[in-house]
Structures are given as C-alpha cells and as structure tokens.
C-alpha cells in the first residue's frame, strides 16, 4: 500500500513538472507543432523509439527519421526540444550563427569543460583565438618527422600479417600508431605505444565512447547527480583515467613549472610563433604542451585545468578522428583496387626513390590521395551529426528555431544527398573532388571538419598525419579485401564507425 502511495505521488509529481516545462517553454511547444516528427509522450518525448536498439539500430532509427520528416524536423527527448537540419543552406545559417555557437548541452558529458571540443562559446572564443598560432603552417610541419618514425614502427608492426589468408582488423594498429604520433607531438615524449601498453589506451577510449552513447539516449542518466549513482560511471572514470594516464604523467613532471608561472609578478611576452617577427627555427618538433605553457606564461586565460582539458581533447579527439578516418581510408583503397594502384603510383611519382621518407614539400602534391581522403569522409563523416544550443531565436528557411532549443545538424546526410551529389551519391568516385566540381557545389555540402567559425582546429594536422601515413603503408604493401561496400553496416558509437569492421588482408610490395 505504501509502495502504490509512493508511486502514485512520485508520478503526479513528474506530472506536474511536465506541465510547469511546457508552460515555460511554450515557444518551444510551438515550433514543435509546426514541425513534423515522431509521436512523442509526456516526459519521455521520443526516446522510446531509441531504447533497447543496438547502436547499428539507433543510427538506423535517425536515419529513418530524417528521410521520413523533411529538413527541418523535430524530436522530443524528454523535456528536450532537438531540431534536426540537412539542408546544406540552413546548415551554413547555423553554423555562422552568433546564436549557434555553444554546443549541445550532451558535450558536457564528455567532461572537457575548457577544451575546445566542448567549451561554452565564451571559453572557446578566448582559447580558440590564443590557440590559432600553435596549428600554423611551420608548426605542423616540424612534426612530419614524428609522422614518419611513428608510420615506420606501423609498417613494421603489419609484417606479422603479410601473405596471411586470413583478415585482420586494421583499426588496431592504426588507432595505435595515430595515438603514438598524437603523445609525441602533443606531450613530447615517447610513449611507445604500439604495442599492448597502446592496446590498453585504445580500448579505454573505445569504452568511454560506448558509455557515452549509452548516457545519450538514456534521458534519465542526464542529470550529473544521477548518473554519478550509476556503475557506468565508475567505469567511465576508469577509462578516463587510463586514457589520460600518459598525460597526468607528463603534467606532474611539469608541475613545478606550473608553480613557476603561477608566482610570476612581472611577465615578459616574447614574439607568437608564426608571426612575420618570429625567427625560430622550426626544424625541431614544437610540442603542443609547450605551446600552452608558453600561453600560461603569456595571458591570464590557461590555467592548470585548462591547459589539463585541451591536451585531454587534443588526445581523445584527434586519435579517434584520424585513426577512424585512416582506417575508413584503408578499407576503401582495398575494395576499390584500381583507386589504390592510382594513389600508389601519385605515390612513387612524387617520392621518387625514397619512397620511405616523406618530405612536408610531398605532401601538397599528393592531389589525388587527398580526394580519396575526402570521398572517404565525405561517405564515412566521423562526426556524422552534431549538435549546437540556440542562445536566441534563429531564423533558418521555413521556421524560427527559439533560444533554448538544440539544433542536430545532419552531417552525414548532406554528405550523401542526392541535390547535391548527384544520383550516385551512395557509391565511391574521388572524381568528385575535381576543382571543377567543388566549385559547382553549395560549400556547406561537404562539412567533415565541421564549419564556420567553431569548425576543427586540428583538421589539416589530421590531413598531414594521415597523408603520411599512408604514403608509408602503400609503399610497403598492397591490401585487399572480402568486403564489398554493399556489405558495410555503419553505427553510432558518438563516432561513425563500420560495425563490419576494417578487415583486410595486405601483400609485400
């Protein structure tokens, strides 16, 4: 009986507070009935439709939403009002928006509160604008050394599965060999770490990623305090704390420095890297945590934590991106056979005789590698949607998205329309990333990077690391594959990735 009281009481309750909501945030109810979506219910909204689906099966359920409701829809989960957009112009809108540049408040989970990725937009502006100098041209190109003893230890490493019947999944040693290159520009050590200590890291932030996509649906576990009961979180601070263990590490060794610049009263402000005045020499590797503490010495803005919170996204960030979008890479190359023996040969042609060295001068001629790259994301975007918080009312073509409300912006499927791809959209033609044809397209039909001003500040590192990086691979080997592209299944793991698999098989050249 007390039970039954209890229940009663506690769902009259939410009840109540389901209608306070909707009073207050009537503009939101009002937008949502003037879009179509999905039936939605009283305090769960639509997040039924995402409960006890596999992560293949939640991409599928968006998918499916998105081609049944056209651009601009809506979907309740919760209390929570998403609009979803992939209509490349109202894109561009929201993307350039002054009213569009917090980020979802989900990022939150991902408990980087000053790094880039997931600052409030008062945050990101200061940090962005001090960080801009440390991606400059001469900067990335120091570390094209590191890309290449770093792509040597993965050629080395592969040779245990050359003429092997079997397939492997390539991922492994490449999410390994892109997070040595990330600790050894980023931290400026040699961590080592292709090899099982690299296994342990790998999978941590593979865990991380699963739980964090587990939260994103559950909307009870939204709530900081509630999720903090919960066992995933424990294991999430877990993977955390291995994920970040080499750069706690390297914190602490630095940590009186950190001291130094603490005390400091009177602060002298040498020349910003990348200036016309600035005469150092950029043959040495100029190593991100240097770079920040340089900017603690300099400004008032990065802090223990901050300088904590960019190198922990710089090194969950930028790993998982290149190391998915290498391996998406890869795995195209090995089902479409003539397209590798194009790149190998652009390859060769630019090299020469040392193909085993690549020189940061190769890098902009390898023209047809990097519109394999680009088809690649363009089919396999690893951040296939994301999410930005309205902080006023934003008019895009067909409705006024109110202050509050969180616009999803369909990445992937812009990427794959049929207006602007043309009807062959679903298969793989680099030739669409001629000039010609680039120029014939909306600009914001092909977004990987993301765009506008908040876009990826790492984006041409990644494109040089990977480039790189397969210069080394396709020199040493040809790969092949069983899998056909009709065959590939995609899922929604935060990041896009093949449930498949990268599985191939590779042969000495």
């Given at each position: 009986m007390l039970f039954m009281v209890a229940f009663v009481a506690t769902l009259g309750s939410l009840v109540i507070w389901w209608i306070v909501w909707r009073l207050l945030h009537w503009k939101h109810y009002k937008v949502s009935s003037d879009l179509n979506g999905p039936k939605d219910y009283p305090l769960v909204g639509s997040a039924h439709l995402f409960?006890?689906?596999?992560?293949?099966?939640?991409?599928?359920?968006?998918?499916?939403?998105?081609?049944?409701?056209?651009?601009?829809?809506?979907?309740?989960?919760?209390?929570?009002?998403?609009v979803y957009i992939d209509n490349a112009t109202d894109l561009q809108i929201v993307?350039?928006?002054?009213?569009?540049?917090?980020?979802?408040?989900?990022?939150?989970?991902?408990?980087?509160?000053?790094?880039?990725?997931?600052?409030?937009?008062?945050?990101?502006?200061?940090?962005?604008?001090?960080?801009?100098?440390?991606?400059?041209?001469?900067?990335?190109?120091s570390f094209v050394?590191?890309?290449?003893?770093?792509?040597?230890?993965?050629?080395?490493?592969?040779?245990?599965?050359?003429?092997?019947?079997?397939?492997?999944?390539?991922?492994?040693y490449i999410s390994k060999c892109t997070l040595d290159m990330v600790c050894a520009t980023t931290l400026g050590t040699n961590m080592n770490l292709q090899n099982e200590e690299g296994d342990e890291y790998v999978a941590a932030i593979e865990r991380a990623s699963e739980l964090l996509n587990h939260r994103l649906y559950k909307i009870w576990l939204h709530p900081e305090w509630i999720y903090r009961l919960t066992d995933s979180y424990k294991i999430q601070k877990q993977c955390y704390a291995t994920a970040y263990k080499m750069s706690r590490k390297v914190l602490?060794?630095?940590?009186?420095?950190?001291?130094?610049?603490?005390?400091?009263?009177?602060?002298?402000?040498p020349s910003v890297p990348g200036t016309e005045s600035s005469m150092e020499d950029y043959r040495k590797p100029q190593i991100y945590i240097d770079q920040l503490f340089r900017l603690a010495r300099e400004t008032d803005v990065f802090d223990e934590k901050a300088i904590r919170d960019e190198i922990d996204t710089i090194i969950l960030g930028g790993n998982e991106t290149s190391a998915l979008?290498?391996?998406?890479?890869?795995?195209?190359l090995a089902i479409h056979q003539d397209v590798q023996q194009r790149v190998y040969e652009e390859i060769v042609a630019v090299l020469g005789p040392l193909t085993n060295q690549v020189e940061n001068d190769h890098l902009s001629k390898l023209v047809y590698m990097e519109m394999v790259m680009k088809e690649t994301m363009r089919l396999f975007p690893v951040g296939p949607l994301i999410g930005r918080q309205c902080t006023a009312d934003t008019k895009i073509s067909n409705t006024t998205i109110p202050q509050g409300v969180t616009v999803v912006l369909g990445v992937f499927n812009v990427q794959r329309s049929r207006e602007h791809w043309g009807a062959s959209a679903e298969e793989f033609d680099p030739e669409r990333f001629t000039p010609e044809r680039i120029a014939s397209r909306h600009p914001y039909s092909f977004i990987p990077f993301s765009a506008g001003p908040r876009n990826c500040i790492g984006y041409k590192y990644g494109l040089m690391s990977m480039k790189v990086m397969l210069c080394h691979l396709l020199t040493a080997y040809r790969i092949t594959t069983d899998l056909t592209m009709e065959q590939l299944t995609l899922k929604l793991n935060i990041t896009l990735k093949i449930a498949n698999k990268h599985m191939v098989r590779i042969i000495k050249r």
């Open positions: 409960l006890g689906k596999t992560t293949e099966e939640q991409f599928r359920c968006i998918l499916d939403i998105s081609k049944t409701y056209s651009s601009p829809c809506r979907i309740w989960l919760g209390p929570q009002l998403f993307l350039n928006s002054p009213n569009c540049l917090e980020k979802a408040d989900v990022y939150r989970f991902f408990q980087c509160e000053l790094g880039l990725f997931s600052a409030s937009a008062s945050v990101w502006k200061v940090h962005r604008k001090h960080l801009n100098p440390c991606f400059n041209a001469k900067i990335l190109a050394s590191i890309f290449n003893d770093k792509s040597a230890v993965l050629v080395d490493q592969l040779r245990a599965h050359i003429d092997q019947r079997g397939l492997f999944n390539v991922n492994e602490a060794l630095k940590s009186r420095e950190l001291e130094e610049i603490k005390s400091m009263k009177h602060r002298t402000i979008t290498l391996s998406h890479v890869v795995l195209m």
